[in-house]
T-cell receptor, first 113, second 114 residues
């Protein structure tokens, strides 16, 4: 079975600083990988996804993530944090066979002015 | 295309009652998955329906049930509500079974059990 680990349930950064949210997965074969964002009292919105091809994936709102097979990681980054980035971020994987989606426990990002 | 819609958005129920939540997927999407989100447990998978058949089920008691109609709309039912059922219930749709690609989420139904 797949599993997803998000290191750090709470991350605080200063406005303008680098955002780094960590995600590691366990899988015998490279899965599909996703990052979702959730703003208060809303559903989840897809930020970006990796399915195949280029390992550096660019998403919405200036976020990007790099798939590193050797490290089984898919960390999310943004060069300069904005106040509007404060939200909950979820990493997710699916096993490509259509069986199920697996979500991490989420990381709450706080941006300090 | 219209997004995933969930009704109602907010609901207050009393312990012991039952509740039905509704989810309308994006047009053409045949897979609907349900999740329970709580501060303590995070996102927990309830079940997935694809073409009116339950494909997968999470580790929830039998009080939680669901179904999917021929138009892909899905309902989730919780019987004999407990205080611990208070949560945000999210539904997500996709054109193929959920593990094959990304899911699109609705805004959720906030259920409060008193």
């Amino acid at each position: 079975a797949q599993s997803v680990t998000q290191l750090g349930s709470h991350v605080s950064v200063s406005e303008g600083a680098l955002v780094l949210l960590r995600c590691n997965y366990s899988s015998s074969v490279p899965p599909y990988l996703f990052w979702y964002v959730q703003y208060p009292n809303q559903g989840l919105q897809l930020l970006l996804k990796y399915t195949t091809g280029a390992t550096l994936v660019k998403g919405i709102n200036g976020f990007e993530a790099e798939f590193k097979k050797s490290e089984t990681s898919f960390h999310l980054t943004k060069p300069s944090a904005h106040m509007s980035d404060a939200a909950e971020y979820f990493c997710a994987v699916s096993d490509r066979t259509g069986n199920q989606f697996y979500f991490g426990t989420g990381t709450s990002l706080t941006v300090i002015p | 295309k219209a997004g995933v819609t969930q009704t109602p958005r907010y609901l207050i129920k009393t312990r012991g009652q039952q509740v039905t939540l509704s989810c309308s997927p994006i047009s053409g999407h045949r897979s609907v998955s349900w999740y329970q989100q709580t501060p303590g447990q995070g996102l927990q998978f309830l079940f997935e329906y694809f073409s009116e058949t339950q494909r997968n089920k999470g580790n929830f008691p039998g009080r939680f049930s669901g179904r999917q109609f021929s138009n892909s709309r899905s309902e989730m039912n919780v019987s004999t509500l407990e205080l611990g059922d208070s949560a945000l219930y999210l539904c997500a749709s996709s054109p193929i079974p959920s593990g094959g690609g990304e899911q699109y989420f609705g805004p959720g139904t906030r259920l409060t059990v008193t």
